[in-house]
């Protein structure tokens, strides 16, 4: 086995006073996966207010440490919007208008049929020397510097937009590629993204110890613990691409030993795709009758491209009266047991499956809170029944805790989990 | 007036290589909170892999810098938890074992029955000079360093555990009164935050420049832009909290001169609940028939506790056959015009009102993609209608860019917004 070459240092800086006033940060997420991805790791992460000053001193330091250097943020069109002057001045070159980049920027603008604001000018100017990375989903342009440095690879200075809806395709159309080829060469990256449900992290931790106790240049591990599920990451690092697909294949097949029945999917599969799946192979539709989740279930079945081949539709059934004209819970039923009960989720079920014409119905009742909990029924109280295939039904009751949009996310991500166990083929 | 005093330089460094894998992190956020009640600000973030070199590099770099350094994680037992021996080598001094610490640790673990790894050990030792700071919550006592500087208030370095239950406790009962004491004396914070819509990020920028122009020493701004939303954030720090409240009330009535049309809100306001208060006032119920977004918009609605007085609930008309017999879409409309259309838009909202018996109907259908566009009709075509209340029926028509998800959450947005201006008082 030949020693893969030196790890490169790589850095991130994230600029936006928001940050420091608490918003959450979603590029160290997303540039560490694809990172592992190629066989590298990053070194750093330095989160900036807009501060000219502070950013130019941060870029200067940086630059003395590592090999490429990301900055994301502050590329938009308002004051605040420091980046640009940051490097230009950390580099100690100016800042030069493209013509170009500004015909492009009045392209997007008048495809939306909205006017140009004058601040937008700003985003037509790059740092001299730096080519600019198109944006496909957003008008600031990204820009890439390449510093040469003698007996050694350049060094990489990329400025990326902030949103991570424009920060993400640009990081993996033009960062990455460029990222791989000078400071990934001879490096082989592979890895394995395993979505569990139905298992804690702690638990999950546990039983793969065996797996994760092989951990070593080659190999590292990572469990994280999401809403409603537990990724496990691999990543393998090599000298040659072979061996490191042998490696992840080998730990594939380890960890399906290990936790296997608590896996629904692997990369970009999500619960609900996973559900969406097993509908699809045995030839299913679903119809939903949502009352404290009012629609969050539907929508993340339907983020599933493709989900109307088997999802029909539903009905949400928030108010009481909706439950027994829409689908026909019985008013002895509401009366005697109430909305959020086993017996009113049984038939919100049958009464989708009914009024949707579909051969599987899932329903979900329950006190989202704040209010509207009793002894009895405390918040977090949540009923899910699932009506069918043919004379099947399944009730589930949980008690979740957390404020209300928590209670919501985990009940729909609960009836999820019980939707794709109960499709097993 | 008096001018508030400098503002103290605060910095965070986070140490482990779990978050440059992409674990989240949660003390960014747990310090900014406390710190923007107080007046104070956090001036940057430094998050660094367990690495005692790069640490005690980027302490000694950031003491250069700041009045105060906080530092969380790396306290635990195991070999790879370097912060104590990483400080001591920034201050050039040594560690000096504390019995009294161990002893601390050995009555935490015998009262959990626990046997002590001699691992713990390591815990009990304090960077020279430091004072323990108790932790409630676990093993790892905290450290608090002062240094005096000539002519200026001491620099305040602490060191933090890394688990959010164990930091946050030590935060609030050891640290905060400690920082308030020496870097918060005489200052005082208020802050306003507006909520947006239907503008754009740089033309809120453009009409809030009078305002924006008055940045100063006791005034801060900053705009950000959300999905379907821009926020505009004022901080005011001041030398008495009645000047401090005074400068955010006047910020508040020029802002609402040059943009109020487009305030939905302030601080926890969402654009859900703002449409919620509209719809209260008015006493009007609301039902919705949802298409391509599938419940996106009843779970925004119905995320604003106490929805339940106005949401009645609705239809998610996937199918067409739904369309049809739930909603009571003419056949010939589906024929003629097609699903995506301003004729189906409205028969959906017309019976949604009618189904769930409610004073206003709003309808979404479109093509989220990424298949199923036309050149007609391409992918991101999205019709909305509102019937009531009365007989008032408004229908729009937008063309949102983005896949699949983007759409979808764009077009929530884009009705919430409309609903939001079409139920005006």
Redesign the interface.
């Known amino acids: 086995v030949t020693r893969p070459p030196r790890r490169a240092v790589i850095e991130i800086i994230c600029v936006g006073?928001?940050?420091?006033?608490?918003?959450?940060?979603a590029h160290?997420?997303a540039l560490?996966?694809r990172l592992?991805a190629a066989g590298m790791?990053?070194?750093?992460?330095?989160?900036?207010?807009?501060d000219e000053g502070?950013l130019a001193g941060?870029v200067s330091?940086a630059l003395r440490r590592c090999d490429a250097l990301i900055l994301c943020g502050g590329l938009?069109?308002?004051?605040?919007d420091l980046t640009r002057e940051a490097v230009a001045r950390a580099l100690g070159r100016d800042l030069v208008f493209s013509p170009r980049l500004y015909a492009g920027i009045r392209r997007k603008f008048a495809r939306?049929a909205?006017r140009l604001?004058?601040?937008?000018r700003r985003q037509a100017f790059l740092v001299r020397g730096a080519a600019p990375l198109p944006n496909r989903?957003g008008s600031a342009p990204g820009q890439i510097i390449f510093l040469p440095r003698p007996k050694e690879l350049p060094q990489l200075v990329a400025l990326l937009p902030g949103?991570p809806?424009e920060m993400a395709p640009m990081l993996d159309d033009e960062l990455m590629p460029r990222l791989r080829r000078i400071h990934g060469r001879g490096l082989h990256g592979a890895r394995l993204d395993l979505h569990l449900c139905g298992i804690a992290e702690s638990a999950a931790d546990e039983r793969l110890q065996p797996l994760i106790r092989q951990a070593g240049p080659e190999l590292?591990f990572?469990i994280?613990s999401g809403p409603g599920r537990v990724d496990f990451?691999v990543f393998a690092r090599c000298a040659s691409s072979r061996r490191a697909r042998g490696l992840i294949a080998r730990c594939r097949s380890q960890a399906m030993r290990l936790v296997g029945e608590h896996v629904y999917g692997e990369g970009a599969t999500t619960l609900e795709s996973a559900v969406g799946q097993r509908l699809r192979r045995r030839r299913l539709s679903l119809a939903?009758a949502?009352s404290c989740?009012?629609?969050?279930?539907?929508?993340r079945?339907?983020?599933a491209?493709?989900?109307?081949a088997y999802?029909?539709?539903?009905?949400?059934?928030?108010?009481d009266?909706?439950k027994r004209?829409?689908l026909g819970v019985k008013p002895a039923t509401l009366a005697r047991h109430g909305a959020v009960s086993a017996a009113c989720a049984r038939e919100m079920a049958a009464g989708a499956r009914r009024?949707?014409?579909a051969d599987v119905g899932v329903s979900v009742t329950g006190i989202a809170?704040?209010?509207g909990g009793t002894a009895a029924k405390p918040v977090g109280l949540v009923f899910a029944a699932i009506a069918g295939p043919g004379d099947a039904v399944a009730v589930d009751r949980w008690v979740f805790p957390g404020d209300?949009?928590v209670v919501?996310q985990r009940a729909v991500a609960a009836v999820l989990r019980r939707l794709w166990t109960g499709l097993r083929p």
Do not use: K, M, W
């Open positions: 006073t928001e940050l420091l006033d608490g918003h959450p940060d160290r997420a560490a996966l592992g790791r990053l070194s750093r992460q330095t989160i900036l207010p807009d502070a941060a330091a938009g069109p308002t004051f605040d939306l909205t604001p004058r601040e937008n989903a949103p809806r590292d990572t994280l990451h939903v949502e989740t009012a629609g969050l279930l539907a929508g079945l339907t983020s491209p493709g989900s109307s999802f029909r539709g539903g009905i949400l059934a928030y108010h009266a909706v004209d829409l009024a949707a014409d809170g704040p209010t209300r949009e919501r």
